[in-house]
């Protein structure tokens, strides 16, 4: 009887890896934002374009940040934005 092959893992892009320093100061820019009620452009790591909108909430269970958008809420992984830029100048 031929052996049975094992299931290979796939190779998956993987998310870029980021200081604590990056990840500090991605989150002032989130509470800025959020704080000012401002419109956001944020880049978000595996999508093609940027998830726009205000920031409503963030929970820190979850780690999800909450944008709302023409009264549509997206939920964003923290650890998956990449960019914040303020208004819609991406």
Not at 38 to 45: D, G, I, K, R
Not at 79 to 90: A, E, L, P, Q
Request: hydrophobic share 35%; charged share 35%.
């Amino acid at each position: 009887m031929p052996p049975v092959s094992k299931p290979g893992k796939k190779n998956k892009i993987k998310r870029p890896t980021r200081d604590e320093f990056e990840l500090e100061e991605l989150g002032e820019r989130l509470v800025e934002a959020q704080q000012e009620k401002s419109e956001v452009a944020l880049t978000v790591w595996g999508v093609e374009e940027a998830v726009r909108g205000t920031i409503v909430k963030m929970d820190a269970r979850t780690r999800l940040v909450h944008v709302q958008s023409f009264g549509e809420v997206t939920k964003v992984p923290f650890m998956d934005i990449m960019r914040v830029n303020h208004g819609y100048d991406s």
